[in-house]
């Protein structure tokens, strides 16, 4: 119920609301937002048996500092707003996923739809504003990489593109090019590069699927939480090999999952290892190594 109630605050605006506008009585959030009150006042009231929001002693109800930074900031490190649109995004296509489970069979990307899309763009990107470019200079090989006048890089599977602006930002002399397969994908990707300003110039967003990359002399390619996705990795993979220049690398950025499995496990095993993401990109690696570039295993969290 709370995973349900969060996305009904986070797609109507009410969250936003209160952290912008500040504390509100069901009349005014429904005014503010273009919503009913009645409504509002079912959803201001579950907020707060919840624990989410505070009651004010004049009634109005109200999100702490800490509540804005989980609930309303989209660059908020702590932001996870973005998990229960995704959990909401997933549940809309349970017949579907009932059938492949049935079956075998699978439900694509493009099925899911915009609250997965969006979701996954807006959970990752706190982290690619404010880890990645950190994470990939603690690497001297890839700090060198950054530094280097005409770099070009390659981001496949970039999804909403937060991944390919932020290397865009961290290296200011190159250009990165993104890569989805994913038209809707690709259309939310080439507008959020046009919003920004300072790096739209250096970035491409081609639409394509990774495995039809032509070959090319990239400096370094990035693969940021989408090998594990990909119905052909080892294609995509080979692929990218072939658009690397020599003894140039291959970054691949997945979910710090276990492992091996373990049970119980903790709350992050418990919300990713329903598809075994670790195991699946090491059975990928440990498989087909032989066609891949040169591998090197560096944990950074
Ligand atoms: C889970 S999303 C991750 C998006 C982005 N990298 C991020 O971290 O926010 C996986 C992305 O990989 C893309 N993708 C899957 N298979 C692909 C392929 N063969 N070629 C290019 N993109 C692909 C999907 O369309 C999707 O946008």
Not at 193 to 199: I, K, M, R, T, Y
Request: hydrophobic fraction near 45%; aromatic fraction near 6%.
């Amino acid at each position: 119920m709370d995973a349900l109630a969060i996305h009904l605050g986070d797609r109507l605006g009410w969250y936003r609301s209160l952290a912008e506008d500040g504390p509100a009585s069901p009349v005014e959030l429904a005014e503010r937002t273009g919503t009913d009150a009645r409504y509002a006042r079912e959803w201001l009231e579950q907020q707060a048996v919840t624990g989410i929001l505070g009651v004010d002693e004049d009634g109005r109800f109200s999100l702490s500092p800490v509540g804005v930074a989980v609930l309303a900031d989209p660059h908020s490190l702590a932001y996870s707003t973005p998990m229960a649109r995704m959990v909401c995004g997933a549940a809309m296509h349970l017949p579907e996923l009932l059938e492949a489970y049935r079956t075998g069979g699978g439900v694509s990307w493009s099925r899911l739809g915009r609250d997965a899309r969006e979701s996954q763009a807006d959970a990752n990107r706190p982290w690619f504003e404010h880890r990645l470019e950190g994470a990939l200079r603690s690497v001297p090989e890839l700090d060198a990489v950054l530094r280097k006048p005409g770099a070009r890089l390659l981001d496949i599977g970039c999804g909403a593109v937060w991944s390919t602006i932020a290397l865009a930002h961290a290296c200011p002399g190159g250009h990165v090019d993104g890569v989805d397969v994913d038209l809707a994908s690709v259309e939310l990707a080439r507008t959020n590069v046009e919003s920004d300003d300072a790096v739209a110039q250096r970035i491409t967003v081609i639409e394509s699927d990774a495995a039809d990359l032509p070959e090319a002399t990239y400096d370094a390619a990035f693969a940021f939480e989408c090998i594990h996705d990909m119905p052909q990795p080892v294609e995509v993979l080979d692929a990218v090999r072939r658009t690397l220049a020599p003894g140039a690398p291959l970054i691949v950025v997945d979910e710090a999952v276990a492992e091996t499995f373990t049970a119980p496990g903790d709350d992050v095993e418990r919300l990713i290892v329903r598809m075994r993401l670790g195991e699946v990109v090491f059975e990928i690696f440990e498989n087909f190594g032989h066609n891949l570039p040169e591998l090197s295993y560096a944990p950074c969290g």
